[in-house]
């Protein structure tokens, strides 16, 4: 934010410059009206621009120890630090508040005292504008239709033509609206110094107006020049009227006699050209996109997260769109052009709802089908029970580019350090047993190698050896840690580093599932009741079987197949 505003103070300060050195001392003052009220909206509006550069890859996805962030962990971080307080910003704040409302304070007291002398004193109708008569000795100012004249000099007849000539054309021309946006643009802006000498521009170039009508309606110059010098004062007005300004005569009696030709105009309007491109690439923003590897880019085509509704195994809804099992492969690929293999298996996720638990086995099949053919890993395809637990499926990567995928992965980290002397953060892992499907055998039949193993050691002693207080971790990496703990089998974990002793290891599928049933889960073998008792024993014989979890009216539900059970 300090930088965007630098920004557009250094962009004004050069427009402000161009006009002193190229247009000041012209005569195209309806022109320089335009540009002194166009370049504060510009000079706001450069820094708030982005410039897109698209640029060819220049590197691949970091594969090594990427793993997929399960959607069924559950991650509790328990301590009660908190992040410090920013003062710095709180003052800043305070600051600019405090600077905002004096200014509008300034400038509503200033409308105030123009609407209570306009009610207070008598007026006269004239053409298009309304004089306002008033005691004091001022010198005459307008203000929107309203031109203040002295009552005593204006009743004898004492004001000059030029003079009234003057005022009106201010009114006429609404020279307080600039005035009055300058203003405001002020309130807003009031830490801005420059636009204390933009409103002296702005000011000064009205007065070029003003002085360029009187000495069009024939008025010699000579003698509206010598009208002038008698109301010479150092008076001091309102900011928001325009009074006859004398503080620079000399500047105004020399504009007076120039007349700017038309190709020197055009010369110095064309100079602007340059000034705004440069302008344009110095104070805006950049940002870099990276093209994807077949030319298109990837900025504007998100992921999407695979989800199918199976109602039957004759009706298939993908995505919204209904899909056969012949065409369920092309319809899949479609969602997801620009993603190559790679970039699919790591970041499409995929959540097979079924209707019916008894649609388990071909729900199945169908997981395969889409891990075979479509790329998507069996890790990242979950098994969804009832349409209202859907929506509480999403991947970390739904609706983000490939860049964006790509930089969660690498930037998402943990932070357990802790600040307070109560030691480092604790953190549970567990699984929202109420809304997933375990759709991999309790035995755990994926096998597990020394490679496996070696690679859980290796995350131990990295999570280890962090300092108390530079304990922060990627997601991939903790993640990656827990999946290993889970699936290496008891009997191999003695060959295990000690988990970190800053975290909590995870529950195996078995211990979940046997904590819902002693909470009082009801359970199901192949769609047989049966006591808790009967569910314990089955799942400790280590037969193959498959699992699936759900809550209905607040009570949970553990269906179990046999691997060779059919409806």
């Known amino acids: 934010m300090l930088l ?29 009206r335009f ?43 328990i301590n009660n630090y908190t992040n410090p307080v920013d003062y710095v910003s709180i003052i800043l704040w305070a600051i600019y508040y405090l600077g905002a409302i004096l200014f509008l304070f300034r400038f509503l007291k200033n409308i105030s005292t123009l609407v209570k002398k306009i009610k207070t004193s008598p007026k006269t109708k004239v053409g298009n504008v309304c004089i306002v008569l008033s005691e004091d000795s001022s010198l005459p100012h307008t ?14 007849n004492n004001i000059d033509k030029g003079v009234f000539l003057h005022e009106q054309t201010h009114a006429i021309q609404k020279h307080s609206v600039d005035i009055l946006a300058i203003e405001i643009v002020q309130v807003i802006f009031w830490f801005n110094p420059l636009l204390i000498l933009l409103k ?81 690439y110095g104070f805006s923003q950049k940002e870099t996109i990276i093209k994807s590897n077949n030319s298109n880019v990837v900025n504007g085509l998100t992921i999407k997260d695979i989800q199918l509704i199976i109602k039957n195994e004759d009706d298939l809804v993908l995505n919204g769109n209904k899909v056969t099992i012949e065409n369920l492969k092309d319809e899949v690929n479609k969602l997801n052009p620009l993603l190559d293999n790679k970039q699919k298996q790591y970041f499409l996720f995929a959540y097979l709802l079924m209707e019916d638990d008894k649609l388990y086995p071909y729900t199945k099949k169908i ?22 637990h859907l929506n509480l499926y999403k991947s970390p990567f739904n609706g983000k580019t490939t860049i964006e995928a790509q930089e969660i992965l690498d930037k998402q980290t943990i932070n357990f350090t802790s600040s ?4 480092p953060w604790k953190v549970k892992v567990g699984f929202n047993t109420a809304d997933f499907t375990l759709n991999n055998n309790l035995n755990i039949s994926k096998s597990i190698n020394q490679q496996d193993i070696n690679e859980y ?64 889960a009801t359970c199901f073998f192949n769609d047989k009741k049966i006591d808790a008792e009967k569910a314990i024993s089955i799942i400790n014989s280590n037969g193959l079987f498959n699992v699936t979890t759900k809550h209905e009216n607040g009570v949970s539900i553990i269906s179990m197949y046999s691997e060779s059970y059919k409806e």
């Open 4 to 32: 965007i505003i630098l920004k557009s103070i250094i962009c004004l300060a050069v427009f402000m410059i161009f006009y002193k050195l190229a247009l000041e001392n012209t005569s195209a003052h309806t022109l320089k």
């Open 35 to 77: 540009y002194l009220l166009s370049i504060v909206a510009v000079s706001i509006a450069i820094p708030l621009i982005t410039l897109v550069k698209y640029v060819d890859p220049s590197i691949t996805l970091n594969t090594k120890n990427l793993f997929p962030i399960k959607q069924d962990i559950e991650q509790q971080i």
């Open 143 to 156: 203000f929107f239709n309203y031109i203040f004249l002295n009552k005593n000099d204006y009743e004898k």
């Open 200 to 280: 002296r521009y702005i000011k000064l170039n009205h007065e070029f107006l003003a002085d360029k009508a009187v000495l069009s309606s024939g008025i010699s110059t000579s003698e509206y020049q010598k009208t002038l010098l008698s109301f010479s004062s150092n008076i001091k007005y309102p900011t928001l009227v325009n009074p006859i300004n004398y503080s620079s005569l000399k500047k105004r009696f020399k504009i007076m006699k120039t007349q700017t030709s038309k190709s020197k105009l055009l010369l110095k309007v064309l100079l602007l050209l340059p000034l705004c491109i440069i302008s344009v």
């Open 367 to 388: 997981s395969n089908f889409l891990s075979l053919n479509c790329d998507i890993k069996s890790s990242q395809i979950v098994i969804v029970n009832g349409f209202n």
């Open 420 to 423: 307070t002397k109560q030691g």
């Open 457 to 520: 050691n290796s995350l131990v002693e990295k999570f280890n050896s962090l300092p108390d207080h530079e304990k922060v971790v990627k997601v991939t990496d903790f993640s990656r840690l827990h999946e290993l703990y889970r699936l290496i089998p008891q009997n191999k974990k003695a060959d295990l580093k000690p988990f970190p002793d800053f975290l909590t290891p995870p529950k195996s599928d078995k211990e979940i599932v046997i904590q819902m049933i002693e909470k009082g």
